[in-house]
């Protein structure tokens, strides 16, 4: 059984194709929604329109991990065996599903599968996704498409979250998403966490997705612009694959990079920050080398 995992906050301007895609699954879905307290009409849409959908409405904004992990408790609890985290303003194609799940009768160690993610109007690569296709984090992908000699599937160690198909079992062993993180970067330590414990991500090129930012105009959301630099001291600090004191010194090497930018108050406040709290970013590490609870 797959369950969709989809997390709502204000998203009246996705939604009906964003429905009409889940329902044109070749492979049936059932769909569990968790509104983080939206205000433009989002839940009264959905009580009217997608009422099939098991709706979980917070009151306030839990965030994307916190969100998703509620879902996917949700669907671990009635039964299913795959999930599938489909961000609001992403769309399915009707055979999305049917070609990803095939991929996880490779090998015992596939934990993550992802579709291609292409933008809203499907006529070209979504704009975060190019990001995900370098050599280190997708091997072989470039070069092989250049060529005309495209694989049937590709290893890759970073994809946003936007559409990806879990395993239930590896998220019974090792959970999902991490409260260290409120929103952006949970997904890289995720994947960052299942290298850890041995587990494979893969990209399957046949499949697709289409992520709409248009409204944002293909750019990251204010939040996301607002918190970056955090985001990405705490992917950095929070990759268990390396001993702390390492992760350190690229978090250094890092506010190096944003003095050399001008960027001096935050570089500084960088330092201070990973000094002053080390003790609790040592502590969030210890816990993600085992279970992360739901």
Sequence with gaps: MIYCIVVTSNGMIWLERHIASIRSSSIPLKTIIIDNSSVDGTLEYLNLHFNEAYVIKSNQNLGFGKANNLGVKYAIENGAEFVFLLNQDAYLLSDTIEKCIEEFKISENVA??????????GKQLDIGFQRCLTNELCPGFFSD??????????????VNAAAWLLKVSVINEIGL??????HYGEDINFQQRLVYFGYKS??????YVLHDRK???GEKSELGKKIEIKTNQMTILMNINEPFNKVV??????????????????????????YWYRTKYLKWRKEMNGK???
Excluded at 145 to 158: E, G, H, Q, T
Excluded at 177 to 182: D, E, H, L, N
């Design 249 to 274: 010194k690229s978090v250094w090497k890092y506010a190096g990079l944003l003095l050399f930018e001008g960027k001096i108050i935050k570089s500084l406040e960088l330092l201070l920050d990973t």
């Design 177 to 182: 998403f991490s409260q260290a993180f409120f």
């Design 112 to 121: 993550l599968v992802s579709p291609v993610h292409l933008d809203g109007s």
């Design 202 to 207: 893969l990209l399957v090129p046949n499949a």
């Design 145 to 158: 498409l250049v060529l005309n000699n495209r694989k049937n599937i590709y290893p890759i160690y970073s």
């Design 215 to 217: 409204a944002r105009n």
């Design 292 to 294: 992360i609870s739901l």
